[in-house]
């Protein structure tokens, strides 16, 4: 890993910190639990093309312990942590197939991440009734994605970019 | 974005419609019971309401949070509530069998079980 790689890293850090706070100051409500943007995936999948698969998983590991540390309670970290490492895995194997641009991986990694909440919050609460949100939330989750998608895209072509000089 | 973007985001919309609908019907058809809204904290029932009945419940929990469940109209609705989000109090109102409106933060699930009786609705004395 070269000293550009590294300095990358920390940005990506600081720049997913930072994005989890605002949207945890700008809740996505629309009376369904476990919606969210996912601002912070987008510093993942920038993460994902430019610096490599192990330190975006990295990244993701230690932006939900600072973030659930920070602002949360241990069991907001397991809600995210839960959507975190689903949405991470189908992003890897999306990505491994290859047959997904980014984009398509970005609507794999959000959808997953609502699945991962919805599951925790149906092992905490002991009710089966959440699954009735599953389908709203992988709407959801598909919408937030082709958003996160696009942009990603955006930022990686430039920090590609840097990385060639 | 490539044709198989556009594949898997067509294919994740129409499973999520399909879901949703037959998840309706199923409700619909599921409506033969006297209804009762089940309210649990943390997985323990804390109390069954009749969904015929209008009344205002406060549902206290020992940490001194709370959340108001109301019932009008055979529609259970959570008014008011103690917790940061305030998703259970923005879900709309519920009538049919395993509706439910959930509080994470205080671990409160509301649920409709047996669902809405048709008949009884619709008759007067």
Known sequence: MNNRKIAFLGLFVALAFVLSYIEYMLPLNIGIPGAKLGLANLVVMVALYTVGEKNAIALSIIRVVLVGLTFGNISMMMYSLAGAALSLC???????????????????????????????????????????YLPFLMVIGTITGVLIGFVANLITVRVKGVFKM | MKKNDV???????????????????????NTKDAAKVVVTIDGRVYGTYPLS????????????????????DGYADVTEASCPDQICVKHNHIKYSKESIVCLPNKVVVTVEGGEDNEIDGSTF
């Open chain 2, 7 to 29: 594949i898997l985001i067509a294919v994740l919309l129409v499973a999520a419609v399909l879901t949703a609908v037959g998840m309706r019907i199923w409700q619909m058809n």
């Open chain 1, 90 to 132: 189908a992003m890897l194997i999306a990505k491994k197939i290859g047959k997904f641009s980014v984009t398509g991986v970005s609507v794999l990694g959000g959808v997953f991440h609502n699945i991962g909440q919805i599951i925790v919050a149906m092992l905490v609460l002991e009710t089966q009734s959440l699954l009735y």
């Open chain 2, 53 to 72: 009945e209008d009344r205002t419940e406060k549902i206290e929990l020992p940490d001194g949070s709370y959340n108001i469940l109301t019932i009008s």
